[in-house]
């Protein structure tokens, strides 16, 4: 019953009051409809249906067994009746066939429906009387409907068929796609959805029917919430969950199948070839590397050690707590590392108290360090240093004599006094490690700069000046030494040949107590004017200031040979290292020559200080100055005599007569220092020092000896200012 | 020091002077120990030449200590005049290998500049 309302129900697919060029379309859905009413109306009269049904039946049966004879037979014998033949053999009644399975006996209930419907079918044929039909159009469609149909059951997939044009209107194209739909649903469920969409597709285009065809509306019938049903049962039916599972498995095993080669092809692409062994190479690498640099430390570090051992034999407190020993020990236990010229925090740097680990070590190593020596040297001389070693530190432990030597107190050690910096108690290495860093610096710079040389200042504000010469004659003259270096220097830059200019430079620097650079000023001297007297006897006071005495004899000879009254007394013929006995004696052959000239005295008296004949070099001096009362540095070259030869006193006396001709002369006040500090007062010649270094800050001389005369005096506290150069704290404590 | 051609014998030889005349008996009472100095021209322990400073009898000499010397040191000629002369410090010498040293380490440690007089510059 259901079925054959789901049937009626798609006759009204069509909207009502729908134009139909098609007659005979029309007619079907006209006759559907009022098959609708007709089976209303008969079911009510029971009896009169039953005599037409048995009519009919025979004819039923052999349609269903032969469907196409059937129709052939029936076409031929009856030309009237080819509406009706159409209607019973059309798709409806092969789409009811599709529900019994091929080959299974026809079921009773089917059977009741089928005489039922091909009842209707037939009762209403002659209620329409004979029409007029066209055969060609109602033909071709059967047998296209008719092959669509067989080609599902059969399972082969339907073929498409050139079809004329058959004037189908819209609305019956969209009832045959609609139905078409529907009945292939029906034939091919257990075929993919793709599979379905396509035969219809096919079916379709033959007849010439528009598949993406939209309908007008939703599709409407009697019974909605069957519609409904039967699509939510051909969703279940659907097997395409299960195929999109099955696709998805397959997928996934593919991948997973790829997987080994894939982990291989990515292990050789991230290490390459050879790639573990070229990783191991470099592990070796950086470790041999490692290896290296610990071994050259721990060399360091053990050099380090053996040197804290020896100074911590010294049991004084104050050098315990010295700031040199503490920066020897800090780079013995690695906390300092000398890398480059630089001092570096070690890797090992700790914050432990520093005399508990090094006694530890100490006490661990003192054994091993003698045997060590022992083993290195294998000499008797070696046994006996390390038995003294070995008895020193018997004597007492160190720690205790540590202890006893802190409490008493003791302040006697001047070495310790001047590298603890005079504070008891100070702990900080730091200094030390500044001091030994300038030291490098230094070293580095000295050993860059080969000497003979002249170092020009900088910012030398008399460059470009219009004449530097007669400038620095004149601030000469007023014994503002430094302003005239200055200006000589830009005078020779501006004539680097100018001998005159040379000279005074090296006479400026020598009086301002800075041989070095005299000695390299009156070296250019030379070379622009070889045979200049006055620069050959200047170099030889330089060199002879230098302690060189081979250089100052040979430029106190060559004075002597280029003399145009003594050049005759003279060897002819040049001599690189002249003998000092032989040069004094020529000088004193022209000193009887002319006993009125002051020059040579003054050569004799300088040669007597290179023989370290003192008695005579004073006497040629004050010889000289009988001659040239006047001459300060004549004044100057006496008293440095005097003091030479231990006769401090008197050379203060010398040294205050220049002073007194020339009271900027820096070299006198410097000697004045060196002649107090001599003979002990080393108070009194700070204040002198102080004096030079406050005239010319570059007397490095000078600074160095003020420091060793501060130690000595017991003023640790103005070390600082002096390591500084701090003239201002200096001048203000040591007013002279 | 007669008959040597290194600087540091003049030095020496004033501090020889300076010692006989007795402005440096104050050296003998607060140091009081005997050093041997080993002095090269250019290249440390290369024709070193040897001289004695010693501070118990107050006197220099030129040659090698008969007996035991407190302490021993060697310098090349220009690094024992900067030494001396306080423009480099002991220590940092020893450290920078400029200095050796073998003995006492007491006596070492006394061994500073104020021990030679300063020459003074003509």
Not at chain 1, 707 to 735: G, H, Y
Not at chain 2, 8 to 28: D, F, M, T, W, Y
Request: net charge negative; with cysteine; hydrophobic share 35%.
């Amino acid at each position: 019953m259901a079925m054959r309302h789901l049937i009626t129900g798609q006759g009204n697919c069509a909207p009502d009051g729908a134009s139909s060029s098609n007659p005979f379309g029309n007619l079907a859905n006209a006759i559907f409809g009022q098959s609708s009413k007709a089976q209303s109306i008969k079911e009510l009269p029971g009896s009169a249906v039953n005599v037409p049904t048995t009519s009919e039946l025979g004819t039923a049966a052999p349609l269903s067994t032969i469907p196409g004879s059937e129709n052939e037979f029936k076409q031929d014998q009856l030309p009237l009746a080819r509406g009706a033949d159409f209607i019973r053999g059309g798709p409806s009644h092969d789409w009811v066939e599709s529900f019994r399975p091929p080959g299974l006996p026809e079921f009773a209930v089917p059977d009741a429906q089928l005489k039922e419907f091909e009842q209707i079918f037939n009762s209403t044929g002659p209620t329409f009387g004979p029409p007029v039909m066209d055969g060609p159009p109602q033909r071709v469609l059967s047998g296209v409907l008719r092959s669509f149909l067989a080609s599902g059951q059969a399972g082969v997939p339907f073929q498409p068929v050139p079809v004329p044009a058959l004037g189908l209107s819209e609305s019956d194209k969209q009832c045959i796609r609609d139905r078409s739909c529907i009945m292939a649903r029906h034939i091919l469920a257990d075929q993919p959805e793709e599979y379905i969409q396509a035969q219809v597709n096919t079916l379709l285009h033959s007849l010439d029917i528009d598949s993406n065809y939209r309908m007008k509306g939703p599709m409407h019938g009697p019974y909605p919430e069957m519609e409904e049903y039967w699509n939510q049962s051909q969703s279940a039916m659907r097997s395409g969950p299960m195929h999109n599972a099955a696709d998805k498995w397959i997928t996934e095993f593919g991948k997973q199948n790829n997987n080994p080669e894939e982990w291989a092809h990515s292990f050789e692409q991230q290490y390459g070839s050879n790639g573990w062994a070229s990783e191991f190479e470099q592990h070796q690498s950086q470790m041999a590397m490692t290896g290296g640099m610990n071994m050259a430390n721990l060399a360091a570090m053990e050099q380090s050690r053996m040197l804290a051992q020896t100074l911590a034999s010294n049991n004084d407190p104050k050098f315990q707590n010295s700031k040199f020993f503490q920066f020897v020990s800090k780079m013995s236990r690695g906390e300092l590392i000398i890398e480059d010229n630089q001092v570096k925090q070690g890797s090992a740097s700790q914050s432990s108290g520093w005399a508990d680990e090094f006694q530890t070590q100490y006490n661990a190593n003192a054994n091993s360090w003698a045997d060590q020596f022992v083993h290195e040297e294998m000499s008797q001389g070696a046994d006996k240093w390390a038995s003294e070693f070995s008895t020193e530190y018997n004597q007492g432990g160190l720690n205790e004599n540590w202890i006893d030597e802190f409490s008493k107190m003791r302040v006697d050690d001047e070495w310790a006094e001047e590298f603890s910096g005079g504070t008891f108690g100070e702990s900080s290495a730091d200094p030390w490690v500044d001091e030994f860093q300038n030291q490098l610096s230094a070293s580095k710079q000295n050993s860059g700069a080969s000497r003979g040389v002249y170092v020009f200042s900088d910012m030398n504000p008399y460059v470009g000046h219009p004449n530097p010469m007669q400038e620095g004659q004149e601030l000469f003259r007023k014994g503002l030494l430094s302003e005239a270096v200055l200006a000589l220097e830009a005078e020779v830059l501006k004539n680097p040949d100018n001998a005159e200019g040379w000279r005074l430079l090296g006479v400026t620097h020598a009086e301002n107590d800075d041989d070095q650079q005299a000695i390299a000023a009156m070296m250019r001297a030379q070379e622009a004017d070889p045979t200049n007297l006055e620069v050959l006897l200047a170099l030889g006071v330089s060199h002879t200031n230098e302690l060189e005495q081979g250089e100052a004899l040979r430029y106190l000879h060559r004075w002597l040979q280029n003399h145009p009254k003594y050049g005759g007394i003279a060897p002819p013929q040049p001599t690189d290292s002249p003998y000092g006995p032989d040069v004094i004696r020529l000088f004193n052959e022209a000193a009887q020559m002319s006993p009125e000239d002051a020059d040579v005295h003054i050569v004799l008296g300088v040669l007597y200080n290179l023989s370290r004949e003192y008695d005579k070099a004073i006497a040629a001096f004050k010889t000289a100055l009988q001659l040239k009362p006047q001459d300060y540095s004549l004044w100057n070259k006496l008293g440095a005599t005097q003091a030479n030869s231990i006769q401090s006193a008197d050379a203060i006396l010398a040294y205050q007569q220049a002073l007194d001709l020339k009271p900027n002369y820096v070299r006198a006040w410097a000697n004045m220092g060196i002649s107090y500090a001599n003979q002990g007062l080393y108070e009194d010649s700070i204040r002198y020092y102080v004096r030079a270094v406050a005239m010319n800050p570059k007397a490095d001389n000078a600074w160095q000896y003020l420091r060793i005369s501060l130690s000595n005096a017991s003023r640790a506290d103005m070390i600082a200012a002096c390591d500084s150069r701090n003239l201002d704290v200096l001048q203000k404590e040591f007013p002279l | 020091m007669e008959g040597s051609n290194l600087k540091s014998a003049a030095l020496l030889e004033q501090l020889r002077v300076h010692l006989a005349s007795g402005a440096g008996k104050e050296l003998v009472e607060k140091i009081g120990f005997v050093y041997q100095l080993n002095i090269s021209p250019k290249k440390l322990a290369f024709d070193e030449e040897v001289f004695v400073v010693d501070l118990k009898k107050g006197v220099v000499s030129k040659g090698p200590y008969e007996g035991k010397p407190d302490a021993t040191f060697s310098f090349t000629d220009d690094d024992f005049l900067a030494i001396s002369s306080g423009k480099l410090n002991p220590q940092m010498a020893f450290i920078m290998g400029k200095l050796k040293i073998k003995g006492s380490i007491s006596a070492a440690q006394k061994f500073t500049p104020d021990i030679f007089p300063k020459p003074s510059k003509l």
